[in-house]
């Protein structure tokens, strides 16, 4: 009977010291360290969901390095919407603060990015919503940079921070 | 001897890692003690106030108009700003004071809000930079701890807002 009794109580006992380390690390590390997401959409074609809906790639976005908000032209980063804070949208930088960017589609032709702000467009123009529709984004909007394609298993890639020769600003500040 | 040092050392790092771990859990998901600088919200909360601040709102989608809030600057996203909420998407906001003849307005685009800070004359918000992405919304104030002269709830608009659902 005693013996029993003991089993259950450092059963619980060990449950709730995992519960209590184990949970608050694995939410730490998704929010913090790297996570896992799946792309939904036709924005980032060809560099994200090529296929449409048959197969949708999932992504590793990378929070670390974006904990001081310094990313590059070119990279591909995840950012809270900001006409719908509930979703996430993940496009590509394609200007930063100081630069002029020619738009396409936007009220204005020339647009200087804010201090603080970055622009963005989906690969797939015409059918992306991104700066050339709400303008350019705060920094604190910024959520994580897509670094590698983990799924499916022929697409297994790093995802290169590259700038389409054509999107190149029209002028940049001298950092 | 050596390893009884390292295996001390190891242990720390554990405990540091999941209190470190907890509190991150903590301030982001609960809320947690904030201090406020700065005379924009004067006379509700001074400079050098202590605070305390929820973060459930934020997730639940639950801020609302007379709301303090902390929220990230939208110039500098390394700090942060503390205001009271005037307006949310879709509200009639105007921008210029009441002493001009011509009334503008405009309304707070989908997915923002209009941030103003209490002391008018001395806040750089809303007016200044325009209406911001509620993403950008970190916390709700509700409570100040410190000065204890002024312990307690945080007061209404002294601005004369009546928040009422029109």
Known sequence: ?175 | MLRGALGKTFRLLGYTIQYGCIAHCAFEYVGGVVMCSGPSMEPTIQNSDIVFAENLSRHFYGIQRGDIVIAKSPNDPKSNICKRVIGLEGDKILTNSSSDFFKSHSYVPTGHVWLEGDNLKNSTDSRYYGPIPYGLIRGRIFFKIWPLSDFGFLRDSPNGYRFSDD
């Open chain 1, 1 to 175: 009977m005693a013996q029993s009794q003991g089993w259950v109580r450092r059963y619980l006992k060990a449950f709730c010291k995992g519960f209590f380390v184990a949970v608050p690390v694995a939410v730490t590390f998704l929010d913090r360290v790297a996570c896992v997401a799946r792309v939904e959409g036709s924005s980032m074609q060809p560099s994200l969901n090529p296929g449409g809906s048959q197969s949708s790639d999932v992504v590793l976005l990378n929070h670390w390095k974006v904990r001081n908000f310094e990313v590059q032209r070119g990279d591909i980063v995840s950012l809270v919407s900001p006409k719908n804070p509930e979703q996430k949208i993940i496009k590509r930088v394609i200007a930063l603060e100081g630069d002029i960017v020619k738009t396409i589609g936007h009220k204005n032709r020339y647009v200087k990015v804010p201090r603080g702000h970055i622009w963005v467009e989906g690969d797939h123009h015409g059918h992306s919503f991104d700066s050339n529709s709400f303008g350019p984004v705060s920094l604190g909007l910024l959520h994580a940079h897509a670094t590698h394609i983990l799924w499916p298993p022929e697409r297994w890639q790093k995802l290169e921070s590259v700038l389409p020769p054509e999107r190149l600003p029209v002028q940049s500040e001298e950092k």
